[in-house]
């Protein structure tokens, strides 16, 4: 009998162990369930504190950085005009001299071969007479 009554004792205690274990992770879940329902709070406070910060008027610092940028991009822009300018100039006087230089190779050869025409006219009359 008293073999009984410590299962039915011990029985018991599993019970109250683990009704105590459901009750903490209910306990859990809820204070989960808190914090999730006061996030979607936070990140609007968060993201509203973001964007009136950013929503500041340009300060005088600010603008006179806005326009040392503009300056140094027209300053950029107009560097590389001219550098492209430059390259387009080179490459047109380097057209040029190549094409020169194809006429003078075309009057040598054609001067070579009137010599050359010349020189056969003189060896022809010379073994006729």
């Known amino acids: 009998m008293k073999y009984a009554f410590d299962l039915i004792k011990s029985n018991k205690n599993i019970h109250m162990l683990q009704l105590n274990r459901i009750n903490d992770k209910i306990h859990f879940f809820l204070k989960k369930n808190v914090m999730l ?3 979607p709070i936070i990140a609007v406070l968060i993201i ?7 929503a500041e008027k ?3 610092a600010e603008k006179a ?3 040392v940028d503009e300056t140094f991009q027209n300053v950029k822009d107009k560097s590389k005009d001219l550098g492209d300018d430059l390259s387009d100039k080179v490459d047109d006087i380097k057209d ?3 094409d020169k230089m194809d006429d003078l ?3 040598a050869e054609d001067k070579i071969d009137d010599l050359k025409e010349d020189a ?4 022809e009359d010379l073994d006729d007479n």
């Open 105 to 107: 190779k075309d009057d």
């Open 37 to 39: 329902k006061r996030t």
């Open 48 to 54: 509203s504190l973001f964007l009136s910060s950013c």
């Open 96 to 98: 040029n001299a190549k």
């Open 65 to 67: 950085g806005k326009k």
């Open 120 to 123: 056969e006219e003189l060896v």
């Open 58 to 60: 340009e300060g005088p």
